[in-house]
Nanobody
Framework: VQLQASGGGSVQAGGSLRLSCTASGRPLNNYATGWFRQVLGKESEFVAGISWTGGSTDYADSVRGRFTVSRDNAKNTVYLQMNSLKPEDTAVYYC???????????????????WGQGTLVTVSS
């Protein structure tokens, strides 16, 4: 299973980006998916997650109210809509998915089994 995060780029503070997470080797449907980010030299940080149904979501306090995670199972894609971006949101963003179906949202990266290359988000002031 290989995930691919895309949609990153460079924006000014206050701008928006939408990240997408797709999978090959296995559909994302029926598996909880999480978004994490990492700044060079720092540990990865939970950003947002969504249950396999899409009915449950969770957000880090630092992004709550600005970011929205959603999924379109018909398109096998999980999205992270990021609004009101701040310079401190600058990081490489990764999506991860769990090994077993039906899992809930968790904030611990070790609970996600499959990852892909991240996408860089740069927010300038």
């Amino acid at each position: 299973v290989q995930l691919q995060a895309s949609g990153g780029g460079s924006v000014q503070a206050g701008g928006s980006l939408r990240l997408s997470c797709t999978a090959s080797g296995r559909p994302l449907n029926n598996y909880a998916t999480g978004w994490f980010r990492q700044v060079l030299g720092k540990e990865s940080e939970f950003v947002a997650g969504i249950s396999w149904t899409g009915g449950s979501t969770d957000y880090a306090d630092s992004v709550r109210g600005r970011f929205t995670v959603s999924r379109d199972n018909a398109k096998n894609t999980v999205y992270l809509q990021m609004n009101s971006l701040k310079p401190e949101d600058t990081a490489v963003y990764y999506c991860g998915t769990q090994r077993y179906q039906g899992g809930g949202v968790v904030r611990v990266s070790a609970r996600y089994d499959y990852w892909g290359q991240g996408t860089l988000v740069t927010v300038s002031s």
